[in-house]
């Protein structure tokens, strides 16, 4: 069998509302969709979604990769030597990770369909369901509380709030959002890079009475050090996300002792060969893991969920795009809504069609 076709798209997708993290604002989704053609009429789809100022890349940097570089690379390949085709990507250009994501993702998709398997089931089978969080974006404590409630109606049980930017304002929502919800309802933070050392321990003093289950990027991405600070001066587990896109990324934070928990996303892993093998540096290390996501359509986020339900130290996931875009163009694949979340059980992806 060989891949006859690679072919490129960019599509924008529509967001309820703008999105604002401590990094800045998301005022839509610019991604590139991918599909991988196969001599026996097999089409394997994969998608990327860049965030600029977390991946470094554009949809324009992707296409012009895959299309002058890696198309190349991949035409009469056999789509099952996975292994070799992504080293093969990663000797043609360092980094670029959504780009190599798009192409990783959509391999899969075809090995799950010649084997006419469940992707999450080529992976390693761990589960056929899971619970995802639900994200809401800096605003101010009493939109924070009204948002929540929202979620929670949908069937949510934990929430995943952004923080990072204004820390009065902040505390004040987390307060809020203890004082007057279920006291069942699990509370994540993300910094998302916004603080230093010292002003994190501050902060995370303040809210260890708010029963907070994680605290995730608290300072800048190369600030490994400062993660070990803050790890060993406070109960309250740290994830590393921004500081994560590599399986090295994993092996040095292991090293350093900064992490309790890691964040993968298939946009920072390149893909999910790569989001395996840091999940296997975390199992080594005794390190769970949380399964996360760009502004992606459920393209990516059914890819995401399949390595979510292949995986056993894989214990969370953080997959809730599908809420925050107005625009789904996917048919088939995982529905996100509420919880929990079952697999589809059609062979890859499962995704049947993308409308666009
Ligand atoms: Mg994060």
């Known amino acids: 069998m060989k891949i006859t076709d690679v072919k490129t798209c960019k599509y924008n997708l529509e967001l309820v509302e703008p999105f604002s993290i401590a990094l800045g604002t998301l005022e839509k989704a610019e991604n590139v969709l991918v599909k991988i053609v196969t001599d026996n009429g097999l089409v394997g789809i994969g998608e990327a979604a860049p965030t600029p100022f977390v991946t470094y890349e554009t949809p324009g940097s992707i296409i012009t990769l895959i299309e002058k570089h890696f198309k190349k690379l991949l035409i009469g390949e056999d789509p099952r030597n996975t292994e070799l085709l992504i080293t093969k990507m990663d000797q043609v250009i360092k980094g670029n990770s959504c780009a190599k994501s798009a192409i990783d993702i959509a391999l899969f998709d075809l090995v799950g369909q010649i084997y006419e398997t469940p992707l999450f089931q080529v992976l390693g089978g761990s589960k056929n369901s899971f619970t995802s969080d639900c994200t809401i974006s800096i605003g101010e404590p009493e939109e924070v509380e009204k948002k929540a409630r929202t979620i929670i109606n949908q069937g949510y049980s934990i929430l ?5 930017l204004d820390e009065e304002k902040e505390l004040s929502g987390i307060k ?4 007057s919800l279920d006291p069942g309802i699990r509370i994540r933070l993300d910094a998302n890079q ?10 995370i003093e303040k809210v260890e009475k708010f029963d907070i289950e994680l605290i995730e990027q608290p300072v800048p991405k190369e600030d490994f050090s400062g993660l070990a600070f803050i790890r060993a001066r406070t109960n309250i587990p740290i994830m590393a996300d ?4 590599s399986p090295q990324d994993a092996l040095r934070l292991v090293q350093m002792e900064a992490a309790d928990l890691f964040n993968i996303k298939l946009m920072k892993s390149g893909g999910l060969l790569k989001a395996k093998k840091i999940a296997a540096i975390g199992e080594a290390a005794g390190i769970n893991c949380i399964v996360g996501c760009m502004m992606e359509s459920r393209v990516a986020l059914t890819a995401a969920a399949h390595l979510v339900a292949s995986t056993p130290n894989i214990t969370g996931a953080d997959l809730d795009a599908q809420n925050a875009l107005r ?14 979340i079952p697999l589809p059980l059609s062979p890859g992806l499962g995704i049947k069609k993308i409308n666009i």
């Open 327 to 340: 625009t789904d163009p996917v048919v088939g694949g995982v529905d996100f809504k509420g919880g929990p």
């Open 160 to 164: 995943k709030i952004k923080v990072g």
């Open 194 to 203: 916004g603080w230093n050392p010292k002003q994190a321990l501050s902060i």
């Open 176 to 179: 809020r959002l203890r004082d």
């Open 242 to 245: 921004e500081s994560l896109f």
